[in-house]
């Protein structure tokens, strides 16, 4: 029998509410700029479909999600210097409060932390609703503590009762499942201690501390965008675009695909004041255009 790897990169289909969306500018690369803005990722993404001529996968009545793409728009209104934007995308992040750390009445071995459903998002206070979430921890003085991760196994809707422990008169509070309870109990990996020793189980947090918490539905990802004064075709205008020259009036002027004028300089030569001899050629870029060096006009005209 033949064993095969089977599996292939799953496109994302996350819900634009939750991604969250950054950037920050710099006018070049010698300058560092670490101010972060935030974005509204509505404002900017929205979801691509696939067409309707596809009709071997498009389905009538259907939200027909083309997976993995999403279109992205840059507001003119904040992306309108020249310089480099660096956009970061990446799942949004969900602070939240442990509120205890213990075990299910039912099953003492799985260990778990529990948060207060009126802390998480609606959308997130089903059963299983954080199931693949990664959870990242902040020390007491406010500092991330650094790569320590754990991920929800399984979340689900708990009530607390306080039961014996062991043959002993102390009581401990536990929690049974209640779909209805006020708590969410959430099952962490790993929680369970190794081979090598027994007896040390994996830090999964303590009762008050703040965590983070993240969707894992894609990767972030980080896009550049240099916004800058001449693109390819404004350059291959100049170079090999139509052009005029007004010898008279010693103005150069150059003209984009559709005849529009993109770029005036003034042309004049500096002399010498005793033997008036030629020294400079200049082309001195115009601030004010002439608008009648139309290029239809002056062919007319000839």
């Known amino acids: 029998m033949g064993i095969g790897t089977i599996g292939v990169v799953r496109p994302a289909d996350v819900s ?3 991604i969250s969306i950054f ?7 010698e300058t560092n700029n670490s101010i972060i803005y935030p974005l509204v990722a509505s404002e900017v993404l929205s979801y691509c479909n696939v067409p309707q001529e596809d009709i071997e996968t498009y389905i009538p009545g259907t939200e027909n999600l083309l997976e993995g793409l999403y279109d992205m728009r840059l507001p003119a209104s904040i992306f309108n210097q020249l310089g480099i934007y660096t956009i970061y995308i990446k799942p949004k992040t969900i602070p939240a409060l442990v509120v205890d750390c213990s075990v299910l009445s039912a099953l003492p071995t799985v260990k778990g932390i529990t948060l207060d459903i009126n802390s998480l998002p609606d959308n997130l206070t089903a059963n299983n609703a954080l199931q693949g979430f990664r959870i990242e921890y902040i020390n007491a003085d406010g500092t991330k503590l650094r790569n320590v991760v754990r991920y929800v196994v399984s979340s689900n809707r708990v009530s607390p009762v306080s ?3 062991g043959n002993t008169t102390q009581r401990a509070v536990r929690y049974r499942f209640d779909d209805s309870g006020s708590v969410m109990f959430l099952q962490l990996t790993p929680s369970s201690s190794s081979d090598v020793k ?3 189980l994996p830090f999964i947090g303590n009762p008050g501390q703040k965590i983070l918490l993240n969707n894992t539905y894609f990767s972030p990802l980080v896009i550049e965008v240099n916004m ?17 020259k007004d010898v008279k009036n010693g103005i150069s002027t150059y ?10 300089f003034n042309l004049f030569e500096i002399k010498d004041d005793v ?7 200049v082309r001195e870029k115009r601030l004010n255009v002439d608008l009648s060096q139309n290029l239809n006009d002056i062919i007319n005209i000839g």
């Open 198 to 200: 027994p007896n040390a």
């Open 255 to 264: 003209y984009d695909e559709e005849r529009n004028i993109t770029y005036q």
């Open 16 to 18: 634009i509410d939750d």
């Open 163 to 165: 039961e014996n422990i």
């Open 228 to 244: 800058v004064k001449n693109t390819l075709d404004t350059i291959a205008s100049i170079l090999v675009g139509e052009q005029a």
């Open 275 to 281: 033997t008036n001899v030629p020294l400079y050629e």
């Open 23 to 29: 950037y920050n500018y710099t006018p070049n690369r």
